[in-house]
């Protein structure tokens, strides 16, 4: 098969195909596709074809919006539906979500508390004013979660660079330090002495006697002796001793 494209009367251009049954070499196929004639066209231009009639639609014609997507659309259709309350805090930053934060009880106790920053170390001497306000709601959500000042200027104070080494933006730093509150760990209290156990009255001064009894037998000493009556009693295999260093068995 062999195809060419010529333009013919009008600028129009018209393709031509030639399909035979034997192999042609291009020369010949040109002389064969040559020889037919092109398509004469009798209308140059194209005429064109008339717009049918409109149907109204359904109900009287309403003005379209211009304020915006409906609440609907961005409901259902849309992709990428606008934030909610918790995805917006979590997006912000810790100093956007302090400003939307309700005000804390603690806002004056945190204003002292940066207010005596500077006081702590000489590399915070120089944080910007304007600064202290974003580093006053941040200190309020470690006094809310139950720290203290001090724990506040003691991890501030960790946090520092060591001697020596400049710090060129204080305020920066606090405010990095600041940004995570760590849960609150309370002192564990020290162990408490067991009681003693307090005999009745009838019993006080009572020891046990170390003898070989079925139960434990209780008994009132009169000096250190460990052994109560009956056992500190001479057996009869025992010899009893007698004044004059001479020992006699008991009877029999």
């Known amino acids: 098969m062999h195809e060419r494209r010529v333009q013919g009367p009008g600028g129009r251009w018209t393709t031509q195909q030639l399909v035979s049954s034997t192999p042609l070499a291009p020369g010949?196929?040109?002389?064969?596709?040559?020889?037919?004639?092109?398509?004469?066209?009798?209308?140059?231009?194209?005429?064109?074809?008339?717009?049918?009639?409109?149907?109204?639609?359904?109900?009287?014609?309403?003005?379209?919006?211009?304020?915006?997507h409906p609440d609907e659309y961005l409901r259902k259709?849309?992709?990428?539906?606008?934030?909610?309350?918790?995805?917006?805090?979590?997006?912000?930053?810790?100093?956007?979500?302090?400003?939307?934060?309700?005000?804390?009880?603690?806002?004056?106790?945190?204003?002292?508390l940066v207010g005596a920053l500077h006081l702590l170390s000489p590399a915070l001497r120089h944080i910007p004013p304007g600064m202290r306000d974003e580093l006053a709601g941040l200190a309020a959500r470690w006094l809310d979660a139950g720290h203290s000042s001090a724990d506040v200027h003691e991890y501030v104070l960790r946090g520092l660079p060591g001697a020596g080494t400049p710090v060129h933006r204080p305020g920066g730093l606090v405010r990095h330090l600041l940004r995570d509150v760590p849960p609150r760990t309370l002192p564990t209290p020290p162990p408490t002495?067991?009681?003693?156990?307090?005999?009745?009255?009838?019993?006080?001064?009572?020891?046990?006697?170390?003898?070989?009894?079925?139960?434990?037998?209780l008994f009132r000493p009169l000096a250190d002796e460990t052994l109560c009556a009956a056992c500190a009693a001479p057996t009869r295999e025992e010899p009893v001793p007698v004044p004059g260093g001479e020992r006699l068995r008991a009877p029999s």
Do not use: F, Y
């Open 77 to 112: 259709d849309t992709s990428t539906p606008p934030a909610g309350p918790a995805e917006a805090a979590e997006a912000a930053g810790p100093a956007e979500a302090a400003d939307r934060a309700p005000a804390s009880p603690h806002s004056e106790d945190a204003r002292a």
């Open 193 to 217: 002495a067991p009681t003693p156990i307090r005999l009745s009255v009838r019993l006080e001064g009572a020891r046990e006697c170390t003898g070989h009894h079925t139960q434990p037998m």
């Open 28 to 68: 010949e196929a040109a002389k064969l596709l040559a020889r037919t004639p092109l398509p004469a066209c009798a209308d140059p231009v194209t005429p064109q074809v008339a717009p049918s009639p409109r149907n109204p639609a359904a109900g009287r014609p309403t003005t379209p919006p211009t304020d915006g």
